[in-house]
């Protein structure tokens, strides 16, 4: 529609090469990059330091008695949320759940150690291994010394971080949300890991009119995309998303597409980026502010389409919830996504070349591996193709024909497949722990 729009990511970021380069490239931004290798060694030797008293004991076994979990349940991102969807998995198990929620300690404050009445029989970390100093200053060496530990870990590159590796010495097992994390991280550590997918239900109904708060009218055809980029800009490659709404609608204002973005002091500068691809369009609408988690979902209840035009995902968990929902999904056909999504008919998976990892943050320190570059031209097409659908069935037609949980096949998750039922998720619980 668009034929001023390049197919190309890279020839698009090139028209507007030195303006972005002067502002991404500051002095600051200078010294911190300078600095960075060095504060990475600080904040592993810090880690390390906190968690040497914890070693794991091999004898440990899991128990069915009570559970102590650890994760940023409170949290404004998808591990937060994630975090909350897997407390189900375990009160199926357990005859008591007691939660901790991380964020309060994470504003690098005093804090004192949590006490409990007698000694932790399980232990579930729900949070990154980067997190794991802050959980174990808060805890008693004696209090889990034979607890059985378990670690939710995601990842999204092939390369295992080896700022993780220290963790290897304190949890049991990993559960991992997909094959692609759980084959990073055989490769590189001797822990077992089991693939056990997220938890997640159909985002819930709310009160919250989001359409209306948007100014979107019932009748125009609304695309959604959620990112978090406050670390990685180019990993979520929201750029990509601009350009392929564009190419598929130009500035139709009967197709908006709403991007829910969380950017941090750093990476403030990339919503300027967008707006200057949109060149003024106003059917793409930016959100920078926090949302809560009815929000998010009353977001994905409002849309008609969702959008991830991502390098890599170790899960990702805005894509699953729209596919409950019967949304068509348009995403790179690559990662974690690649694994569950063709399982569900309102799946369009998007080509890519796969190409080497850049980052003017260096967010990832181990970083030679090859990830994901979305087709724009082949997302804008399914784009065109999602909206023209809708032109012949009704918005609820399509998203009732599209799968859901109960339609998914039952997998084996040893051999690389998602375990899609959760009943069946329930049941890998009880075989493990039982």
Request: charged share 25%; aromatic share 10%.
């Amino acid at each position: 529609m668009d034929d001023v729009v390049d197919d190309d990511l890279g020839s698009a970021i090139r028209a507007h090469k030195w303006r972005w380069l002067m502002r991404r490239w500051t002095l600051k931004h200078l010294l911190h990059r300078a600095g960075l290798p060095a504060r990475r060694r600080r904040w592993r030797r810090q880690r390390e330091e906190v968690c040497r008293s914890y070693a794991k004991q091999t004898g440990a076994i899991p128990t069915k008695g009570p559970a102590l979990v650890f994760g940023e349940f409170s949290g404004k991102h998808g591990l937060g949320r994630a975090a909350t969807y897997d407390i189900e998995l375990l009160r199926a198990r357990h005859e008591h759940v007691q939660t901790v929620d991380l964020c309060p300690y994470l504003t690098g404050g005093a804090v004192s150690r949590l006490t409990f009445n007698g000694p932790v029989e399980n232990l579930y970390l729900f949070c990154q291994p980067d997190r794991y100093g802050t959980v174990f200053g808060l805890l008693d060496a004696d209090a889990i010394r034979n607890a059985y530990r378990i670690g939710r870990w995601v990842w999204e590159t092939p390369v295992f971080p080896e700022d993780w590796r220290f963790a290897e010495r304190l949890v049991h097992e990993i559960w991992a949300p997909s094959s692609f994390c759980a084959e990073t991280f055989r490769r590189a550590i001797d822990v077992p890991v089991s693939v056990l997918p997220h938890f997640v239900t159909e985002p819930p109904e709310t009160s919250v009119n989001m359409r209306s708060h948007l100014s979107i009218p019932p009748d125009v055809f609304m695309g959604l995309a959620i990112m978090d980029i406050q670390s990685c800009p180019a990993r979520k490659n929201p750029w990509a998303h601009v350009l392929a709404w564009r190419r598929a609608f130009g500035d139709d204002p009967t197709a908006i597409l709403v991007m829910k973005i969380r950017v941090s002091k750093r990476t403030q500068t990339v919503l300027k980026e967008l707006h200057e691809l949109a060149r003024g369009a106003s059917n793409i609408r930016l959100i920078s502010e926090d949302l809560e988690h009815s929000e998010i979902a009353a977001l994905h209840r409002a849309a008609d389409l969702y959008m991830s035009l991502h390098c890599a995902e170790g899960f990702g968990l805005n894509i699953y919830e729209a596919l409950l929902l019967g949304k068509p999904v348009v995403a790179t056909n690559w990662s974690a996504n690649a694994e569950y999504g063709p399982l569900f008919e309102n799946y369009r998976g998007v080509d890519y070349k796969l190409v080497p990892y850049q980052d003017w943050l260096q967010h990832y320190g181990d970083n030679k591996f090859l990830w994901a570059e979305a087709d724009i031209a082949h997302a804008g097409r399914l784009l065109s193709q999602s909206r023209e659908a809708m032109t012949y069935f009704s918005r609820d037609t399509m998203i009732k024909s599209g799968s859901t949980s109960s339609d998914m096949k039952t997998l084996n998750a040893d051999e690389g497949s998602l375990v899609e039922l959760a009943q069946v998720r329930k049941r890998l619980i009880s075989k493990k722990i039982g």
